[in-house]
């Protein structure tokens, strides 16, 4: 266990961040209450160059730790989680209790520890983001399950203090219940694959389903774990949620939930369904594809969510209700990817690789089109309150007015569609490559045709900031006063650009991350191949 | 002389071999200055800042081509860049295929030629730029030089480039830049429409660049000069061995190829409409685009893969007879035009078809050499026309100018026109043109005396229109009306009303104030009080430089062993391939025996090869054709000076009027153009607006039918499925549990099928 915690430094220096969080947070004075964004960073910083420095890399194991299922996963997966929550945390900034820091500030009120919640809201964030590499480093089913747990815990309750509205409260109580539903399912699940299996180490789960097959009370285990874990990524049929919680909960709120359960849900997912291994089926060009039932559910699964998610973004007219059910879509897509699997050893074929190299770029791309909705409000002109913009009236002609915000929900949106040469496309090229590689041509067919229909939605996201002109009779949109969340949606944009010139590279990392050693070696020992084999071979079955 | 193998064998070694670093200069420059002027045109620069730093740029890019030249001489290098773009593949026959372009250059003694003339004379046509432009100083001025830069950038890849997509940017690049300087004036409908038929002639010739690019991957597995020519020597083996029949086919079929992309840029027939049109540019674009450079990239994609163009025996005859007959057509045009620039700009297609005719008589090193004379004297006339166009308020028309020569301030124009149309109408001896000329000439009628008879009445008439020009405009009684610009409207399409009036009429300059409006003039703009406007310094510094330079060049094309010095330069290139002991299978196809390109026409030579030459009239070409083709252009000019200039009294009318009735149909077919644009515009551009508009209903009806069902399906969906989103949390729970329940069910009916 000990040597264990060798790989948990990241982990552990956000757990130390946290409780100095917690701390600074409720001190009675503001310049040390202020400081809790910058120690957060700071800590995210740290886990970043520690996730980069400390992880083990494959083959730096001892024999008796081999036992992650994707030796080289955590180290991409967590530095991929830092560097993302390091750009969420300036949309996150003044999230909470600014009306209470401001009265203070003005002398209205005096500081009352019990009122403030600066240090819950960070802390929940980094415990957030602590489970979310937990996950990653995960080699048991119950460590993933506390890991999933710590990731989603915080944010029922980071949606509910998030905004001071009713709204936020109940999305938030939806989230939760609808979450433990989720969760009971996927711990249903858990239980069984132990049942089937009599263990719950993942690399022994997978030795057992290779030895021996699988049995029909594992596979239950694996069906309702993966539903289950849809819950995560806001699949169907486990996707109703979505909405409701990302328009209740405050924007800056929402664009940390399209990021943090998704990458936990899909690198769960991943692990899962690791033990089955994409070795049993027919498949495509590379032969081999999950076994029959998982495949279908999942396929099923993705081509539901995909077009589920589009039709019912078409119809709205709140462009957060929009970006909720497109983060639908994108799970959709992402599962086209999971079903094709690591392919035959070439990056176009590796599925797994399309997926966390996806994650990445819809981390980045994704957070500019709700830094834009968090860092602008529309004054009321009769009574002079605020309300956050979320209609697509409120963004006409917003290159004009507010040429930052604007163009960067102009780029944000083009990516988010897969526009080249921006990072969205980068990242979809993937999805579709090892979708055909494995064979998925229907499924492929499905991913192209919802591409065009999210063309219609994020095209007005487009149309409407850059091709329309403002609304002289409304007022322009009013900066919230947190210029932190315009420079997150700057970076953002930024990122979908400049990322192009690495995607190459950040895409064969990715590639190096999904490598699964076991399903290498039985092939290494059937031919007599050297140890320098092609990272993924086929298993022979 | 250098042999075959020192050509073909280049070390294909990354990194940039010692002497040719400089060249990679040029890009940079070029692309620097494009960068500036964009930066100029940011901060609204109103001074004549970017003409000076684009001159600084071109400079720079001279001198460096220049020391690669003092260094290398005819040595050959390659400069490599960076990888730009390489990949793999497994091809049809399970082989892998390598996909591989390098920004790299391919630095030979054509590509120095072809760089040392297009810098050069870019850098001088800048300077002549800085002070024509100048009414437009402001963005106007800035887009202009930017775009110029640019062009020589792509120019610079044209030419230097190791391999064909390289070449192919370049192609691209220039086509793009000249759009854009064609469009200069973006606001007149005319200058709209030139630049979109320049763009669409071209894109027509670049469809067959594009597959000769793609066809010559497919068959040598690559597209570097280097590679393609290794690969082509074992055909060229074949040939001089006399065995035809070991060409594939498909080797032959890319010549043909390139050939269509070589006459659309460099309008030959059928694609040369275009040129004429692009004259709506500015006039140093036109000097430096449509007369010196751009348009001979056809002339060197040929020359460049020459030993691809001796695979076929079809194409070389082809690219000779389409010369040749452009040259003719275009000189009939040239005859009966009024505007000056249209002349110059049909002469330029006439002398194109020179150089055509040059390549397919196995003589590039005539082709090439005109380029290079041609290059120097069309430009000035390009830019005494520009002058002239400047001074008199965008006045062309000859019937509406005379006798500038006697007006003050326009001396070193007037010279500056005369050596210009020496040389175009090929002087004998004094002039460079002739020298080049005279070459093709005697190359024609040895290899194919009917290309040769045609380009021998053609240099008649080439040199009667020319000084028809001469005659009218420089000489006889002084005589001007302005053009339309004098009234200050918008005739050049920037927004600022007075612009012109500024620039040309009232401009207070020491040269400015021509005589009166002689007696005789008739000046419909009476009380207007015109004053033409004299070239400043940066105009006539130009002009001189350019009449010494073309005077300059006379001695090189009289030295060295490869008729002169231009010769010489192509001789040590790939397009000297088939000099290279060529026998049997050339013969076969162009009906004439080896022969030997290391003499000139001041010496004596000996054929060794008497077999069936071609004759002119019985006589060695090679030994009387300097004295024909010099009879023949002063006959040309003779004639000029007869029709035009004796006994002239008015602008409008001379002798040469009397002549049309005589002629019949024939002159009023010439001055129409012979219709060409008509029968286009009847032949295809009617039938394709029929078509389009017939698809644009089926467009409307049925496929934006289909659209918005595809379109209102999701939607349809969407409101299926949209009660679903209830808000209820026990709705959302049932839905979670029934979605489980319904995958299960799959799974279920998965395993037990």
Redesign the interface.
């Known amino acids: 266990m000990i040597e264990r915690l060798a790989f948990l430094w990241p982990e552990i220096a956000l757990f130390i961040t946290t409780c100095v969080v917690m701390v600074v947070g409720l001190s009675r004075s503001t310049g040390v209450r202020r400081l809790s964004a910058l120690i957060t960073a700071v800590g995210l910083a740290a886990a970043l160059v520690l996730a980069v420095a400390t992880t083990p890399k494959a083959g730096q194991f001892a024999p008796a730790d081999g036992q992650t299922l994707f030796p080289d996963l955590p180290v991409f997966a967590k530095t991929l989680f830092a560097a993302v929550g390091l750009l969420l945390l300036p949309l996150l900034v003044g999230t909470v209790d600014r009306d209470d820091e401001r009265e203070i500030a003005a002398g209205r009120r005096a500081f009352d520890p019990l009122r403030s919640n600066r240090a819950e809201f960070y802390a929940f964030y980094l415990f957030s983001l602590t489970g979310l590499m937990l996950c990653a480093s995960a080699s048991d089913l119950v460590w993933l399950f506390l890991a999933l747990e710590l990731t989603s815990l915080p944010t029922y309750v980071m949606v509910a203090i998030s905004s001071r509205r009713h709204r936020a409260q109940e999305a938030a109580?939806?989230y939760f219940?609808?979450g433990a539903?989720?969760a009971a399912?996927f711990l249903m699940g858990f239980a069984f694959i132990y049942g089937g299996t009599g263990t719950t180490r993942l690399n022994v789960i997978a030795d057992v389903f290779a030895a021996s097959g699988i049995n029909?009370i594992a596979?239950?285990g694996l069906?309702?774990a993966v539903?289950g874990l849809a819950?995560k990524i806001a699949a169907?049929?486990?996707h109703?949620?979505t909405?409701?919680v990302y328009q209740g909960a405050s924007p800056s709120v929402a664009g940390m939930l399209a990021f943090v359960p998704k990458a936990a849900g899909f690198v769960s997912l991943i692990l899962v369904l690791g033990t089955v291994g994409w070795t049993h089926g027919p498949g495509g060009e590379s032969g081999h594809s999950l076994p029959?039932?998982l495949r279908?559910?999942l396929w099923?699964?993705a081509a539901l969510t995909m077009?589920?998610g589009?039709?019912?973004a078409?119809?709205q007219s709140s462009v957060r209700r929009v970006l909720a059910y497109s983060s639908v879509a994108h799970s959709g897509y992402m599962l086209v990817a999971l079903v094709a699997g690591p392919g035959d050893g070439s990056a176009a074929s590796n599925g797994l690789a399309a997926v966390l190299f996806y994650l990445l770029a819809y981390g980045v791309m994704n957070l500019g089109a709700f830094a834009v909705l968090a860092s602008l409000v529309r004054r009321n002109p009769k009574d002079g309150s605020a309300d956050e913009i979320d209609s697509f009236d409120d963004l006409r002609g917003l290159c004009a007015t507010r040429p930052f915000h604007g163009w960067t929900l102009v780029v944000c949106a083009l990516s988010l569609l897969g526009f080249p040469p921006l990072l969205g496309f980068f990242a979809k090229v993937p999805l579709f490559t090892s979708g055909i590689a494995a064979g998925e041509y229907t499924l492929v067919v499905i991913l192209g045709l919802n591409s065009a229909?999210a063309a219609?939605y994020y095209l007005r996201l487009v149309q409407m900031p850059l091709l329309e002109k403002p609304d002289p009779t409304t007022p322009v949109p009013e900066p919230v006063g947190v210029p932190s969340r315009t420079a997150a949606g700057l970076l953002s944009a930024a990122g979908a650009v400049v990322l192009i010139a690495v995607a190459g590279s950040l895409f064969d990392q990715a590639h190096r991350a999904s490598r699964d050693p076991r399903t290498v070696a039985p092939a290494r020992d059937a031919a007599g191949e050297p140890p320098a084999a092609p990272p993924i071979a086929a298993r022979p079955e | 002389m250098t042999t075959t193998t020192d050509i073909l064998t280049l070390a294909a070694a990354g990194g940039i071999e010692p002497g040719a670093g400089l060249t990679m200069l040029v890009p940079v420059l070029t692309l620097l200055g494009t960068l500036l002027c964009g930066l100029c045109a940011a901060f609204k620069v109103k001074s004549k800042l970017p003409a000076w730093l684009s001159v600084a740029c071109l400079a720079g890019s001279f001198v460096a081509i220049a020391a690669t030249y003092a260094d290398l001489g005819h040595q050959q290098r390659l400069a490599h860049g960076f990888e730009w773009i390489n990949f793999s593949y497994t091809g049809t026959d399970g082989q892998p295929v390598t996909f591989k372009a390098n920004f790299a250059f391919y630095i030979d003694s054509l590509t120095l030629l072809w760089m040392l003339f297009v810098t050069g004379l870019a850098t001088l046509i800048a300077l002549y730029a800085s002070e024509y432009m100048s009414h437009d100083q402001g963005t106007g001025y800035c887009r202009f030089f930017a775009a110029f830069n640019l062009f020589v950038f792509s120019m610079a890849c044209l030419v230097m480039g190791d391999n064909l997509l390289l070449l192919y940017l370049g192609w691209e690049g220039v086509g793009l830049c000249s759009y854009l300087l064609i469009g200069y004036f973006y606001t007149r409908p005319s200058a709209v429409a030139a630049a979109k038929k320049a763009f669409i002639m071209n894109r027509i010739g670049d469809l067959g660049l594009a597959l000769g690019i793609m066809l010559t991957f497919v068959h040598f597995g690559s597209v570097e000069y280097a590679v393609i020519f290794e690969k082509a020597r074992p055909y060229i083996d074949a040939l001089k061995a006399g065995h035809l029949d070991e060409i594939p086919l498909v080797a032959s079929f890319i010549p043909i190829l390139l050939m269509i992309g070589a006459f659309g840029k460099s309008a030959q027939l059928p694609l040369y409409v275009w040129l004429p049109d692009a004259m709506e540019g500015p006039t140093p674009v036109s000097a430096l685009i449509h007369a010196a450079t751009m348009v001979t990239a056809g002339v060197y994609l040929i020359a460049r893969t020459y030993p691809l163009f001796l695979l076929s025996d079809v194409a070389l005859p082809i690219v000779g007879w389409v010369g040749a007959s452009t040259a003719l057509l275009a000189a009939t045009i040239g005859m009966a035009q009024f505007d000056i620039k249209r002349i110059m700009a049909y002469s330029t297609v006439s002398q194109l078809g020179y150089m055509f005719a040059g390549l397919a008589v196995l003589s590039p090193v005539g082709g090439a050499s005109h380029v290079f004379t041609h290059a120097f004297f069309k430009a000035m006339l390009f830019l005494s026309c520009g002058a002239v166009m400047h001074g008199f308020a965008g006045q062309l028309d000859l019937r509406k100018l005379s006798g500038l020569f006697r007006m003050p301030g326009w001396k070193v124009v007037s010279v500056a026109m005369l050596v210009g149309c020496l040389n175009l109408a090929g002087f004998p001896l004094i002039t460079a043109g002739y020298w080049s000329k005279d070459i093709i000439l005697a190359e024609a009628f040895v290899n194919m005396p009917g290309v040769g008879w045609v380009l021998l009445i053609t240099a008649g008439l080439t040199a009667y229109y020319t000084f028809r020009v001469f005659f009218r405009v420089f000489m006889g009684p002084t005589h001007y009306e302005p053009g339309d610009e004098v009234h200050g409207h918008d005739a050049h399409g920037h927004g600022d009303a007075h612009g012109h009036d500024h620039g040309h009429a009232h401009h207070d300059d020491p040269h400015g104030h021509g005589p009166a409006v002689t007696a005789t003039a008739h000046d419909p703009h009476a009380g207007h009080d015109f004053h033409p406007h004299a070239p400043g310094w940066a105009i006539n510094t130009v002009l001189a430089v350019l009449a010494l330079a073309s005077f300059a060049i006379v001695p090189l094309m009289l030295t060295g062993e490869h008729h002169g010095w231009a010769g010489g330069m192509v001789e040590h290139s790939s397009a000297a391939y088939h000099t290279v002991g060529t026998s049997g299978y050339l013969e076969a196809a162009h009906g004439h025996g080896p022969h030997d390109h290391g003499h000139t026409h001041g010496h004596d030579h000996d054929h060794d090869h008497g077999q069936a030459h071609g004759t002119f009239l019985g006589m060695d070409p090679h030994k009387v054709m300097y004295y024909v083709s010099g009879v023949v252009g002063l006959l040309g000019i003779a004639a000029a000076f007869w029709l035009h200039l004796a006994g002239r009294t008015s602008a409008a009318s001379s002798r040469a009027d009397a002549l049309v009735p005589a002629m019949g149909p024939l002159a009023g077919w010439a001055r129409g153009k012979w219709f060409v644009d008509e029968f286009y515009d009847a032949l295809i551009v009617k039938p394709l607006w029929v078509i389009s508009h017939i698809f644009h209903v089926i467009d409307t009806l049925i496929v934006d039918g289909l659209v918005n069902l595809v379109g209102w399906v999701p939607r349809a969906l969407g409101g299926v499925l949209r009660p679903s989103q209830s808000g209820q949390l026990h709705g959302y729970a049932a839905g979670m549990a029934g979605g489980l329940a319904l995958l299960l069910i799959i799974v279920l009916w998965v395993t037990l099928r």
């Open positions: 109580v939806k219940f609808l539903l989720g399912c029909p596979l239950a069906v309702l539903v819950f169907v049929p486990m109703f949620y909405p409701d029959e039932s279908v559910i099923v699964m077009t589920v589009n039709v019912l078409l119809l229909i219609f």
